[in-house]
């Protein structure tokens, strides 16, 4: 024989503030460069190769430019979000921390925004042009051959709330 089952009292969504401030805010904000940018990443493999070419040779006076991009997983030229999360931290320094009236938030946002995703695709294959300019390493000028985007180069960045439903940190963007 079954049992039925009987509700004690009415259900209510009474805790609905309480969940919704442990969600995490979210925003993805799209970026339009209003100057060129160089990219000069730091590859290990293309380093020690140019450290163990002989002196003089073709590989040590001429620049691996592929070495020097970021690619997302398509392939398509893509900048770290770790650059544009530092950027909100660094301009945070000339933000008042709400907390105490002698600190700058930048440590408030250190700890509070995170992004998601590692790289930001700029959505295409190739480098607008190579950039070429003097550069001085070790006291001497040389021509360094760069890969780089015209100014009006995009982006999508999607930043989130590390504390979740405290919004200070990233609606303080606007």
């Keep these: 024989m079954a049992t039925k089952a009987t509700a004690l009292s009415n259900?209510?969504?009474?805790?609905?503030t309480d969940i919704e401030l442990q969600t995490p805010y979210m925003v993805e904000a799209s970026i339009e460069g209003t100057a060129p940018i160089l990219f000069h990443r730091w590859s290990c493999e293309a380093v020690a190769e140019k450290a163990a070419s002989k002196k003089g040779s073709t590989a040590k006076k001429t620049d691996n430019i592929e070495s020097y991009l970021y690619r997302d997983d398509k392939g398509?030229?893509?900048?770290?979000s770790?650059?544009?999360r530092q950027s909100i931290i660094h301009a945070a320094k000339f933000k008042q921390d709400p907390?105490?009236?002698r600190k700058s938030a930048m440590d408030l946002y250190k700890a509070g925004i995170c992004t998601?995703?590692?790289?930001?695709?700029?959505?295409?294959?190739e480098p607008d042009y190579l950039d070429q300019r003097r550069v001085v390493i070790q006291r001497n000028g040389i021509t360094r051959v760069r890969p780089a985007m015209a100014t009006g180069w995009k982006c999508k960045v999607s930043l989130r709330d590390r504390d979740g439903g405290r919004k200070s940190a990233i609606s303080a963007l606007r």
């Design 82 to 84: 770790e650059y544009f």
């Design 76 to 80: 398509l030229v893509a900048i770290p």
């Design 99 to 101: 907390r105490s009236p």
């Design 116 to 125: 998601i995703g590692e790289m930001c695709s700029l959505g295409v294959k």
């Design 11 to 16: 259900v209510s969504n009474d805790a609905k």
